[in-house]
């Protein structure tokens, strides 16, 4: 499924399949999770993809062959490959243990070609090998949602010091994965959705969530920390006023509207607003050996590979409670 322009449909087309070069892996795909960065990317809110582009980036598949130089991947391994594409390994950022912030970075359906198809091509330090507890559909929203939602959580877990209460507005594919992972671990998680979302706090609740209600409310006690990750920046200031003195806020997303202009007195009282970049590799191992722990259950909802963009509409319209994944073999 092709991107040829932004703000148009994908387009089901024929293509070669690709070459793995040195470095690289050749990719059956088995599933490919549909994420909100996709529906940016589409939509021209992200707007320097390659043209005509794959997209999807949350990827899981078989290695059909290595490359020159693919390290220890092997043919007929089951991998997972995420929004992190490559990195030069040489700047600054690299150098320093923060390969998310490379100056040149790369990234998996914005800059290469991605998983919305039936073979694709990843470096192979990027791709990950998968546990076994979970299926092909199951595995695919770990690799964004799941690993993006970790890192939040483990920016609020490094600022909010004790960590008792956590609030997570927009309750969508990384929320569910996110509250699983928390509640293990014994916190108190209070879901946020769009107002008049009832099924979608139901569908908190039954996930463990001690509270669940409309973005445009207080929750019943303050928070030790929130994360973000609807698109809203008006969630901001509100996320921050529901957050305890010393508490943290964490913007999960890739792309937010503009903030609105808030008071000092929201911020004061060393609260701290912070936003997550993409994700390291470490990110990845630590994460994937989580989920098999806790284990999370992701709730998925399966589309054929022809019916993208059927899934990103239900995506776009907040039809979904979980994870759009099309399944593509």
């Known amino acids: 499924m092709v ?3 932004p703000q148009r449909p994908l387009r089901l087309t024929e293509m070669p399949a690709p070459v793995p070069g040195a470095g690289q892996v050749l990719i059956r795909v ?5 994420c909100r960065t996709d529906l940016h990317i589409v939509d021209g809110e992200l707007a320097e993809p390659v043209l005509p582009l794959i997209p999807g980036h949350q990827v899981v598949g078989d290695v059909v062959a290595c490359g020159p130089d693919a390290g220890s991947l092997e043919p007929g391994q089951r991998v997972g490959v995420p929004w992190l594409a490559w990195t030069c390994g040489r700047c600054d950022f ?3 243990g923060q390969e998310n912030l490379c100056d040149r970075g790369r990234f998996t359906g914005y800059h290469v070609q991605g998983g919305f198809a039936e073979m694709m091509t990843a470096d192979a330090r990027f791709a990950f090998p998968l546990p076994d507890t979970f299926s092909d559909v199951e595995a695919a929203p770990l690799l ?4 993006i939602g970790y890192r939040a959580y483990r920016m609020a877990m490094e600022t909010a010091g004790a960590l008792r209460r956590l609030g997570i507005y927009g309750f969508g594919s990384a929320a569910h994965i996110l509250s699983q992972v928390a509640i293990f671990h014994g916190l108190e ?3 946020f959705t769009r107002p008049g979302d009832r099924q979608g706090q139901e569908f908190a609740r039954a ?11 207080p929750p019943p006690e303050a928070l030790d920390a929130a994360v973000i990750f609807a698109p809203a920046g008006s969630l901001v200031p509100a996320a921050l006023r529901a957050v305890r003195k010393g508490g943290s806020v964490v913007c999960g997303g890739i792309h937010m509207s503009d903030i609105p202009s808030f008071p000092y007195q929201d911020l004061w009282g060393e609260r701290l607003l912070r936003s997550v970049a993409n994700l390291e590799r470490r990110d990845a191992h630590e ?5 098999g722990q806790v284990p999370v259950r ?4 399966p589309y054929p590979l022809s019916r993208a963009n059927h899934a990103l509409q239900d995506l776009r319209d907040g039809r979904l409670h979980g994870a759009a994944v099309l399944a593509i073999h």
Do not use: I, K, M, Y
């Open 144 to 147: 964004c949602a799941g690993l």
């Open 189 to 191: 998680v209070f879901a």
């Open 3 to 5: 991107l040829e322009q």
């Open 94 to 96: 690299c150098a320093g």
């Open 30 to 34: 088995r599933a490919c999770g549909v």
């Open 298 to 301: 992701t709730h998925v909802n």
């Open 207 to 217: 996930l463990g969530a001690s509270w669940a209600g409309p973005s445009d409310q």
């Open 287 to 291: 994460f994937l050996d989580a989920a």
